[in-house]
């Protein structure tokens, strides 16, 4: 079963990047848009090919949402461009189906002659992509003063000659900046995508990474996310689910907190119980997921994924569903999300112990907010569970971890 399309994979992660960051998201559209058009005017590109680029330009500052610069477009990308840009490449080489593509985000801020000296099929590429990025930045910030003939001087040595003939050529051809300015460009940005091909295990891939994504402000939101996947999973076997009732829940747990990327740290990780309006701010997580998933995957993940709060007793939110209103594996994952947050530590509390998580599991299932079917699955196979959840979620977690390994030596390298 074909649970999302190649296009709307590329339309969920930038929609779920802008609850994030708007700015940086269009940030990212606009020099996509400038790079596929410069592209074109080169030739010799399959549009599968442009696509590709497209994609990877679009997200070419991703690295910059792990940063706490993000709403400094000009300081991120002008004055402190080298972490996010290692961060980007490391993001993109272990954590999507376009590795072979990662370094042209990982050389993008370097000049011109330096990456002449370098042995890199794609380096006229991320000499493309920096200058289009510059074009972004300062026809932003100097809007009807701008002019192209301010980068001459830079021309042969920090700028690619070829990427400002090209760009001249766009301008001319296709009136690109005009374009930008009104916002007619994503019109065009909207057609090439139509042309992203993925198989099902590069979705699968996209999908993985936009959950990782959640780790830029916290690692501990990844853990959480993985734990949870874990548990659904041996739960979703324990109870029988059919295989494609399992591989919906599997997608439904991997996607259900996307929406808590929208949530300010300070709320997330405040060492306190939270005040009415804060609360009411997380609670917003649900219809934010809801919101970018609709029209993008399958409806079944989205009630999946929507429900992940609701109880069997009707007192879950967001709309207070009960038992007979809903799915097992609606059900599954509450149960899941719920045993997860209670494991391990929280700025709120100490660790809980497996005595306390039970005891609370069971008071939960006598006042009927847990389907006492799947409870009973979780408490007479807990230590099972536990143990696989763990060595599963080592697993999983490893390669996000030799990610962040690497970019902490690479920030390392750069302070000696």
Known sequence: MEYIHSKDIFLLIRDTLKLVDRQAMDHGSRVAYLLYKMLECRGGYEKFELADFVFLASLHD?????????????????????????????????????????????????????????????????????????????????????????????????????????????????????????????????????????????????????????GFRSEKSVVDTVTCMCIAEMLGQMVRLTDTEREMLYYGALLHDIGMMSIPEEIINAPR???????????????????????????????????????????????????????HNQEILQLADTVTALLGERSYRKELRKEDIISIIKVGAAEGKYNKVIVKALLENYDEIMKKVKNRSDEIMGIYRKLNQQYDKYQLNCRQ
């Not at 490391?90 to 002449?116: C, G, N």
């Not at 079944?300 to 799915?327: F, K, N, W």
Request: with cysteine; net charge negative; charged share 30%.
């Open 62 to 214: 991703i690295g910059a949402y792990r940063t706490d610069k993000l709403k400094d477009i000009v300081q991120y990308d002008c004055k402190e461009s080298r972490p996010h840009a290692a961060y980007g490449y490391l993001v993109f080489k272990y954590l999507s189906p376009l590795s072979e593509l990662a370094s042209i985000i990982l050389y993008h801020h370097t000049d011109y002659l330096r990456l002449q000296e370098m042995d890199y099929e794609y380096k006229d590429i991320a000499a493309f992509l920096g200058f289009a990025e510059k074009v972004d930045i300062f026809s932003g910030a100097l809007k009807d003063a701008f002019d192209i003939q301010m980068f001459k001087k830079q021309e042969g040595a920090v700028i690619s000659p070829e990427a400002l003939e090209l760009y001249e050529q766009a301008v001319s051809k296709y009136d690109i900046l005009r374009k930008v300015k009104s916002g007619e460009y994503k019109e065009e940005l909207d057609d090439i995508i139509e042309y992203m091909i993925f198989t099902n295990e590069d979705k699968k891939k996209y999908l993985e990474m936009l959950m990782y994504c959640q």
């Open 273 to 327: 119980k939270l005040t009415a309006e804060e609360y009411s701010k997380v609670k917003t997580h649900v219809h934010l997921a809801e919101k970018v998933l609709s029209n993008r995957m399958a409806a079944e993940i989205v009630e999946i994924v929507a429900a992940h709060h609701e109880r069997c007793d009707g007192s879950g939110y967001p709309r207070g569903l009960r038992e007979t209103q809903m799915s």
